[in-house]
């Protein structure tokens, strides 16, 4: 039981290039979300998603875009990539509920931007 | 928000000796949840912690929560060098949790 798969670990990128980081969950959960954590700041929400076919912004989701095409698949997207944007990045999936569910994480992918 | 500060940020003892975090948040809650992240690791569920309950157990870890006073403390008895770890607090409200920036526990063997 893989749990969340966060694909690539590890990417350098240069200013301006576009990339892609997958998240893939087999627990069947309805809720996926994404997040960035940098030194002395925490985990901050970029884009969360409560179900296949939908997306919502969270606290910091300018310079990012998600899709949620298929339910155990959640893709964050840069466009443009800034120096801003060096950080290492987290999936999250969650089972529904009238309340937040605990979460389960995926390892991260640290994103490098020169 | 209803972010969760945790405190100390950082927390060094020596094993065996008992670690307690302490978590403050702003808003009213249903539920407090405390995580813990091994470096270059993702986060890890540990306990949740009901808006109607004062506190939990679950193996060495105690919970406690006052919500008159918006807080919550994780204790961590008789403590391993297993157990070096940052620990994050995250309180749950209407919106998605919110993650503190955490407490850095080392425990000294």
């Known amino acids: 039981n893989a749990g969340v798969t966060q694909t690539p670990k590890f990417r350098v990128l240069k200013t301006g290039q576009s990339m892609t980081l997958l998240c893939a969950q087999d627990m069947n959960h309805e809720y996926m979300y994404w997040y960035r954590q940098d030194p002395g700041m925490g985990l901050r929400l970029i884009h969360y998603s409560v179900g296949e076919g939908t997306t919502a912004k969270g606290e910091v989701p300018d310079g990012y875009n998600v899709s949620r095409l298929k339910k155990q698949n959640f893709l964050l997207g840069l466009e443009s990539a800034a120096p801003s944007q060096t950080s290492v990045y987290f999936c999250?999936?969650?089972?529904?509920?009238?309340?937040?569910?605990?979460?389960?994480f995926g390892d991260g992918t640290r994103l490098s931007i020169l | 928000s209803q972010q969760g500060e945790e405190d100390p940020q950082a927390l060094s003892i020596q094993e065996g000796e008992n670690a307690t975090m302490n978590c403050s948040y702003k808003t009213s809650i249903n539920n407090l949840q405390w995580y813990r992240q091994n470096s270059g690791r993702g986060l890890v569920h540990l306990i949740l912690?009901?808006?109607?309950?004062r506190e939990k157990h679950s193996g060495r870890l105690r919970v406690t929560l006052d919500t008159s006073k918006k807080s919550s403390s994780l204790l961590i008895t008789a403590s391993r060098a297993a157990d070096t770890a940052s620990y994050f607090c995250a309180a749950s409200g209407n919106t998605p949790l919110v993650f503190g920036k955490g407490t850095r526990l080392s425990v000294i063997a």
């Open positions: 999250a999936s969650s089972p529904p509920g009238p309340a937040n569910q605990p979460q389960h």
């Open positions: 912690i009901r808006s109607n309950e």
